[in-house]
């Protein structure tokens, strides 16, 4: 699917209100939500401590010319990696995302790194689906931000049908539908709080906007042309799970079902390794020439962008 520069910032801004309650983000700005399986997050789009994201795109400031914080920052390159919990009351981590948020070389990080991990894997899976309009566009781009888009994909499948059977619209009301009926009865009372964002899907299929035509209202905040002139994606809320863990070649080698899972996927789009769950140095190729076709960046690390486009 193809969206205009226009849906792309509306979707991003409804996300964002969701979020953040303003079609603008905060690139320095760091949370710590009291039962977020994510712990610290930061950033514009707020990517996690637990879900390896936040180490990634420390990395990729670190590594940026003239990052004006990369001395303080690189330090803990180790132990974001290791996604050590114990920073999530970091004084002097906190200190220096905050800072680092006014420098220009890190928003122009973030920027291309969230477009890179969030918006661009939500488009692949619609492109996936069959998705074209720019409303359903919207409701698999929230999923990416807001968690379990994959559980809820294949319920969907399960209890609507497929994409491709009933049709793009009915499977996307039908997701909604499946999503809202799994947030209001979820054990984390964090995640019952965010089913407004299933309502305000409903409201849209009803005034049926699939265009995300502007001006359009959500939660009482009026999107148009100059509210999306700033709109950007939005942080993320809890999570109902401890996101899974990034995956790479390492000594000793990983192990485990989630191993094994990856390996299987690379299996299935066309790598000729063994799914032996132990990530070792075959594994680790087929990741590269798989990051390689798919024109993402090469460097051996299994982590969200890299799942979405395997299918996982």
Excluded at 8 to 33: C, H, R, S
Excluded at 42 to 53: D, I
Excluded at 220 to 243: L, N, S
Aim: net charge neutral.
């Amino acid at each position: 699917m193809s969206l205009t520069d226009t849906q792309k910032k509306t979707a991003q801004a409804i996300v964002n209100i969701f979020e953040t309650g303003k079609p603008v983000g905060d690139y320095g700005n760091v949370t710590l939500m009291a039962g977020d399986s994510g712990h610290l997050t930061y950033g514009r789009s707020q990517t996690t401590l637990a879900s390896g994201n936040l180490y990634l795109l420390i990395k990729d400031y670190c590594g940026a010319a003239g990052a004006a914080l990369a001395g303080e920052l690189a330090p803990y390159l180790d132990r974001l990696e290791r996604a050590d919990l114990s920073l999530d009351h970091d004084a002097n981590l906190r200190s220096a995302l905050r800072r680092a948020g006014d420098d220009p070389v890190m928003r122009d990080v973030q920027d291309r790194f969230f477009d890179r991990v969030y918006f661009a894997p939500s488009q692949a899976a619609c492109a996936a689906l069959g998705v074209a309009t720019a409303l359903g566009a919207a409701v698999v781009y929230d999923s990416h931000i807001h968690g379990s888009w994959g559980r809820m994909r294949d319920r969907t499948n399960e209890q609507v049908g497929a994409c491709a059977s009933v049709g793009e619209k009915a499977w996307i009301e039908g997701y909604v539908k499946v999503r809202k009926s799994w947030l209001l009865n979820h054990s984390n009372t964090l995640l019952r709080k965010t089913v407004y964002r299933m309502d305000v899907f409903i409201r849209l299929f009803g005034e049926k906007n699939w265009d995300l035509k502007l001006p359009l209202h959500v939660r009482g905040i009026r999107i148009d042309e100059d509210a999306i002139d700033g709109a950007e994606p939005a942080r993320v809320t809890a999570t109902d799970a401890p996101p899974p863990r990034l995956l790479s070649l390492k000594s000793p080698a990983l192990t485990g079902p989630d191993v094994k899972a990856l390996q299987s996927a690379l299996i299935a789009a066309g790598a000729t390794i063994s799914a032996d769950g132990v990530f070792g140095p075959n594994t680790d190729k087929a990741v590269r020439d798989f990051q390689r076709s798919k024109g993402l960046v090469v460097d051996g690390i299994v982590g969200p962008t890299t799942r979405t486009y395997l299918g996982m």
